[in-house]
Each structure stands twice: as C-alpha cells, then as structure tokens.
C-alpha cells in the first residue's frame, strides 16, 4: 500500500495549526498551568488507593518522626504512619470540599441573584440577610456553624458555603440589574416572554463567564478554608486525613521534623495555586473584549 503523499496545502495548514497553538500557549498561559498543575494533583489525590504505600491511620511508634527515605517517601510523623500516604488521601478531602463548596456557592448564589435582580421586595430581602453575613468574617462563621453540629465532612462545607454564598449572590445580582435593562430581555418582555423563560434564556447564559471565574476562586478559598478548620481542631474528624490537621498534628516537632508541615503545606500551596490561576486563565479566555485578539 502507498504511503500518502503531503501536498504543500497540507504542510501549509500543519504549520499554520502549530502557529496558532503556540500563539493560544503564549495569549493563556496562565490558564494552561493551572489547568495542567490541577489535574496533576487531581490524579495523584484521585489515585490514593493505588499510589498510597501504607496505611493511613496504621500507627508505628518505632517508626516515628523518620526522615524521607525509599520506604517512607515523605517520612513519617510523631505517631509512626507514612506523610506521603496520609497527603495522597488527605488530597481527596481537599478536592471534595472545593467541589462541593464551588457548586452549592454557585447554585444557590445564581438563584438568589437572579431572584434579586428582577425583583423590588425579593432584593430588599436577600441582600439585607446577604449584607448581614458578609458583616461576619467567613472564618468565625464557619466556626459556629461547625460548633452547632457534630463535625464532619459534610458539616465542613455547609459551613465552608454558606460565607460563600454572599459574594456570589453579589455578583449575580449586578450582572441581573444589567441584563434587565438591555434591549433584548425588554425586547422578550415586549412580546410577552414569560419571567422564567427570559431568565433561563436570556440572562442566565450571560452570566455564566463571570460566574465560572468567581467558582474558581470560592473553591481555592474552600481549599484553604477546610485546612484552617481542620488545623483548629474544628474541621474534618481527626481519623480522616487531611492537609489541615497534618500541618496541626506537625507543629510541635516541627523543629525535630519539618517534613511532616514541609510537603502537606506545599501540596495545600500548589493546589491553591493551580486553582488561582486556573481562574485568572478563564477570566482572560472568556473575556469578550479578548476574544478577537488570538
């Protein structure tokens, strides 16, 4: 069988695919490592039972407070079980919360927002119990919210979202009182649209891209939010692993030991980090005035 034979069109179009990636590369390049250092850490965290070497919770005194080394990559802490095993699974909780928080911030703050954006008395409503809980910094929030119950995963981001859900109902709310006046929501009007429909049709897919954007940055604010919790003895139960309650359970023999905050702090980091940047790269993507300079 003959081999194809590239034609000068085919080479052309080639090159001309490589320039325009190279040119997306170099126009979002902040969207590009956040996406890839996130689904790095999403997969290592994803593959905990497969990659993890030990058990989490199995304690080992006469291995206690060991360096990193080929059997304990990360070393070990004061009780004995392997950093490294314990940071794999304790990125599961981090991610769970991130996402979780992300979307229950993100449902309920468009419903609220939009409810608020097309209606007087729902406005006066919303925003004055919305304002109320901004008055309250999201840390302490939290903190009663987890008081009121039995700690657990679950307990953590219900706490962690409703301080959330103010800034995303905020935002929504704006982007409502802008819409409500363009031509063509008063257009639907004009014609006899049904309120539901105009906001499902109209206004909805116009809020998405700011949307999207602040979802990024509830669920880094999540991340880092569960491992406060969590270093204060008030977040997820301490048999489960979490970035949180390592660093707290490292920080007195972190003289003797730095390793056991050292990488759990740098996995926390990182995660943050890709998710930051995730967000900045889709806030520049979805840009409309950006749209036309790729």
């Known amino acids: 069988m003959s081999n194809p034979v590239l034609t000068p069109s085919d080479i052309g179009e080639g090159a001309r695919r490589r320039a325009l990636r190279w040119r997306w590369f170099r126009k979002y390049p902040m969207l590009i490592f956040g996406a890839l250092l996130l ?3 999403s997969l290592l965290s994803l593959a905990a039972p497969w990659v993890a070497t030990h058990d989490v919770i199995a304690i080992n005194p006469l291995a206690r407070l060991k360096p990193p080394s080929d059997a304990h990559w990360f070393g070990t802490d004061a009780l004995g079980r392997d950093v490294f095993s314990r940071a794999v699974w304790g990125g599961r909780v981090s991610l769970v919360v991130a996402l979780s928080v992300a979307a229950l911030a ?3 703050g468009v419903v609220l927002g939009l409810a608020a954006g097309f209606n007087r008395w ?4 919303i925003m004055r119990i919305m304002d109320g809980m901004m008055a309250i910094p999201d840390i302490l929030l939290a ?3 987890v008081a ?3 700690p657990s995963l679950t307990t953590v981001i219900v706490a ?3 301080p959330q859900v103010p800034r995303m109902v905020r935002l929504v709310r704006s982007l409502a009182l802008m819409l409500r006046e363009q031509l063509f929501v008063e257009a639907a009007h004009a014609i006899g649209t049904r309120l539901p429909t105009i906001l499902w049709r ?3 897919p116009n809020t998405l891209a700011p949307v999207v954007v602040q979802a990024t940055f509830i669920a880094a604010s999540a991340v880092l939010t569960e491992a406060v919790l969590s270093f204060l003895g008030v977040g997820v139960p301490a048999q489960i692993p979490s970035w949180g309650n390592m660093i707290a359970d490292g920080r007195n023999v972190v003289a003797l030991a730095p390793h056991i905050i050292l990488f759990p702090g740098l996995l926390l980091a990182l995660t943050v980090l890709s998710i930051n940047s995730l967000g900045d790269g889709l806030r520049d993507l979805l840009d ?3 749209a036309n300079q790729l």
């Open 143 to 145: 903190i009663a919210l």
């Open 148 to 150: 009121i119950v039995r």
């Open 122 to 125: 729902a406005d006066t409503i």
């Open 160 to 162: 962690i979202t409703v």
């Open 106 to 108: 993100t449902v309920i």
């Open 202 to 204: 109209h206004v909805l």
């Open 39 to 41: 689904i790095i850490v």
């Open 288 to 290: 409309p005035r950006l």
